[in-house]
């Protein structure tokens, strides 16, 4: 069964985001991996249609998407306090993220496809009723408010932007469903959310699970949290169906966040959690691109991630593919430690973590 990724040509124009150079990425994302050939070797394309209304209903109330419809009829100004721009055509570009979630999120479901990957999904800053940090409708949830419907009570949430997923975490903090987080926090950097005791209320107590990370996290301490919080905690919920926020904005290069990530490390996630899909719901896992702004960074993370997971790199290609990788960085030491400190109060937090 195949890997699809959801592709669509209002991906090449116009995005969310203040950064402009940073919509570049989707079309230079998508003549990487032709140039790769990954095309010709087993990755499919799709192309999704608009997002229903219905669908954003699930989420977010009529009054705000009657708030974006105005503001796209006005053409200017802002849909929240100043990140997100409000322009001719973002009603329909934002649904058409969210429908590019959903559609993998149906391949998935139907059998037609065993993963899926959408670039322009992974809206986790966008609340109820507003946006926030370039994101207008929470594609996410409503890709989770639809695996519901499909009878699925069982969804894991794995969200590894740079960047915490405070409008996933407030939709979904008062019920059982898994939501784990890695992002960088210090009590400032954006949204200023996203804390160790932030564990969900109610129905939700326990099931949302942040990991803030300091900055110049690199590759070994973040994969020391992973292996030690997020691995485990999916392997004692046992989702039945996985949602990844695959944000590369964590990576070293990127101008927006701090840590130290590279290739080798998003490399190393996809691995794991492919493995983990297929262990544990049988390899259902719809990834979302979340953030990125570094566009040169981010497509060869991608291409990594998707060559890894459709294993589609043809082999006249391998040196082309392994050339994407970065040099190795150094560690820092003193954020190493710190990290150590970040997974010991996150396991005093969940003293439930990886008990079957």
Not at 143 to 172: C, E, K, Y
Not at 189 to 208: H, L, M, S, V, W
Not at 289 to 315: D, F, H, N, Q
Request: aromatic share 10%; with cysteine.
């Amino acid at each position: 069964m195949s890997t699809a990724l959801i592709y669509h040509p209002r991906y090449d124009q116009r995005g969310f985001s203040r950064v402009a150079n940073s919509w570049r990425r989707y079309r230079m994302g998508y003549m990487l991996l032709e140039e790769l050939g990954f095309f010709a070797n087993g990755l499919r394309v799709e192309r999704q249609l608009p997002a229903p209304l219905d669908e954003l209903l699930r989420v977010h109330p009529q009054s705000y998407i009657d708030f974006v419809q105005q503001r796209d009829a006005e053409g200017t100004g802002y849909l929240d306090y100043g990140d997100t721009p409000a322009y001719r055509g973002v009603f329909e570009r934002a649904r058409l993220s969210v429908g590019g979630s959903l559609l993998g999120a149906q391949l998935i479901m139907q059998g037609t496809a065993k993963h899926a990957f959408n670039p322009s999904g992974g809206l986790h800053h966008a609340q109820s009723d507003r946006a926030g940090g370039f994101c207008i409708f929470n594609d996410v949830v409503i890709s989770a408010r639809w695996l519901q419907t499909q009878g699925l009570s069982r969804i894991a949430v794995v969200d590894v932007d740079g960047h915490h997923g405070d409008g996933t975490q407030a939709l979904l903090y008062h019920e059982p469903l898994l939501t784990i987080s890695l992002h960088q926090y210090d009590g400032r950097f954006y949204p200023r959310t996203g804390r160790a005791d932030e564990i969900g209320e109610g129905a939700g107590r326990g099931y949302n699970i942040n990991v803030p990370l300091p900055r110049r996290t690199g590759h070994g301490a973040y994969l020391a949290a992973f292996d030690q919080i997020v691995a485990p905690e999916l392997r004692r919920y046992r989702p039945e169906f996985l949602l990844v926020q695959f944000g590369v904005d964590g990576h070293a290069d990127d101008p927006l966040v701090g840590l130290q990530l590279t290739t080798h490390t998003y490399q190393a996630l996809i691995e794991r959690l492919h493995a983990l899909a297929h262990d544990l719901c049988d390899g259902r896992m719809l990834l979302m691109g979340g953030g990125g702004y570094k566009p040169e960074a981010v497509v060869r993370c991608w291409a990594i991630m998707l060559g890894t997971l459709a294993e589609c790199v043809p082999s006249q290609r391998r040196a082309q593919f392994e050339s994407l990788h970065d040099a190795p960085l150094a560690e820092d030491e003193e954020a190493a430690q710190q990290v150590a400190r970040v997974i010991a109060d996150v396991k005093q937090y969940h003293p439930e973590l990886g008990r079957e």
